[in-house]
């Protein structure tokens, strides 16, 4: 098979997805902190509020702390908040000043802010206002061309969600703007969560990161038997295995569109529906090297809608498009 070329395109589709959010403002390229702040001053602010009133009740959850509960049924693609940053810190700083020093700068900045606004990022995580924004706060690129645009932004209500290693959410940032979208439907009384890792790392290696956040995982996932975290295990190293396996396929082994199929079973039965635009991607993209257009199309309209949710609707829009052109093309060649 000559697929190769296809499936660099695939590869080429979620790149450029995922480095949407960074290119950003590439045109207003500057290399300065002024400049920085021109660009953020740049970005529009939220056109949309919250949702009204919020489908969640913040309660004290044994052995967590604070927790965001759902107080209704939340449907998959619901956004369930949507905030621009309280803090924005240059990343480099941020990393490189004495510590003493940053923390008298981070103080100050910190007593410039309202105080509602002070007193919900006070009562972040960390035992100091560096580990609040090291733990809590997301990163963010507002210039890709730019090393310096590297910054973390503070939301502190975000940070209230506690983590699972397999979310109901998902959360992006576009320009300023932080979104966080329901993954799966989620019931009255389910706790909401983000994932502050990576999910498809092994349970150990799980354990010693989330250790940064000075809490062993009992998470949806880490708490079930182990018989069903050893099964975990397994489907996550499966994952591993059919990824490698379906890139060595594709440069000229025995490929198969049962691969792709398995790939998003794997993603499904694992629960990790934050990730699984990729497997959608990849399935449509081998449907449509046999020709199986009904099939490339039914996993193309999945793939972008994962991939907006993802990454916001530019992204869905990138790899529609794309998946659209590639669809089209394959029919010729493959018959
Ligand atoms: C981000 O900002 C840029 C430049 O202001 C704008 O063109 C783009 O539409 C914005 N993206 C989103 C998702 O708001
Ligand atoms: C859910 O909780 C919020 C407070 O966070 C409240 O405003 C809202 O009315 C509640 N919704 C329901 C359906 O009880
Ligand atoms: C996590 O578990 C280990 C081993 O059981 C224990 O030594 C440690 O104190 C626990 N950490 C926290 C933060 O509870």
Redesign the pocket.
């Known amino acids: 098979m000559r697929s190769t070329a296809l499936w660099s395109a695939i590869s080429a589709t979620l790149i450029s997805a995922s480095s949407l959010r960074q290119t950003?403002?590439k045109s207003q390229r500057r290399g300065s902190t002024p400049g920085n702040i021109d660009i953020l001053n740049?970005?529009?602010a939220l056109t949309k509020p919250n949702s009204e009133p919020p489908p969640f009740e913040v309660r004290e959850i044994p052995g967590k702390g604070i927790g965001l509960i759902a107080n209704r049924t939340i449907q998959r693609g619901e956004i369930v908040m949507q905030y621009t940053p309280t803090l924005v810190v240059q990343l480099g700083p941020h990393i490189d000043l004495p510590a003493s020093d940053r923390e008298a700068f981070y103080q100050d900045a910190v007593n410039q802010l309202p105080t509602a606004r002070r007193e919900v990022f006070v009562a972040q995580y960390g035992k100091d206002i560096y580990t609040k924004i090291d733990r809590n706060a997301f990163r963010m690129f507002i210039n890709g061309q730019n090393p310096y645009s590297g910054h973390l932004d503070a939301f502190p209500e975000v940070s209230r969600l506690n983590h699972d290693c397999r979310p109901n959410l998902n959360s992006r940032i576009?320009?300023i703007?932080h979104t966080t979208t329901a993954v799966r439907s989620i019931s009255p009384g389910e706790e909401l969560t983000i994932s502050y890792i990576d999910g498809l790392l092994p349970p150990h290696s799980r354990q010693e990161r989330l250790a940064d956040w000075g809490f062993n995982c009992t998470c949806s996932l880490c708490s079930s038997p182990p018989s069903e975290v050893a099964a975990s295990d397994a489907r996550i190293r499966a994952i591993k295995d059919l990824e490698e396996e379906l890139d060595k396929a594709v440069g000229g082994g025995d490929l198969t569109t049962e691969m792709g199929e398995r790939l998003v079973r794997l993603f499904k039965e694992e629960r990790l529906e934050t990730y699984i635009g990729h497997a959608y991607t990849k399935a449509a993209l081998i449907y449509a090297m046999f020709g199986v257009e009904a099939k490339a199309r039914e996993y193309a309209g999945l793939a972008a809608d994962a991939m907006a949710m993802d990454l916001?609707?530019?992204a869905g829009d990138v790899v529609a498009t794309s998946m659209r052109e590639l669809a089209e093309r394959p029919g010729q060649h493959w018959a």
């Open positions: 950003i403002s740049s970005f529009a576009e320009n703007t916001g609707e530019e």
